[in-house]
């Protein structure tokens, strides 16, 4: 009797294009104001990363280490 050593791969490659193919069925295309609100936070969050970083720089220019 030999035990093959790829089975639990396989398995595990077998459920990951089973729930791929789950999620691409039940997945609808986002509408325009979806879009649009998504765009609105992305870019909020890219706004306040980039402000906190650009007073960081401005701090630490000023205070020599």
């Known amino acids: 009797m030999t035990v093959d050593k790829d089975a639990p791969t396989l398995n595990k ?3 990951f294009w089973l729930n791929t193919k ?3 069925t039940i997945s ?3 509408t325009r104001k979806e879009y649009f609100t998504m765009m609105k936070v992305c870019s909020i969050g890219i706004g ?5 970083s650009y007073i960081f720089q401005l ?3 000023f205070i020599p280490f």
């Open 13 to 15: 490659i077998q459920k």
């Open 22 to 24: 789950r999620i691409i």
């Open 28 to 30: 609808t295309k986002p």
């Open 48 to 52: 306040i990363i980039g402000g906190l």
């Open 59 to 61: 701090i630490f220019n």
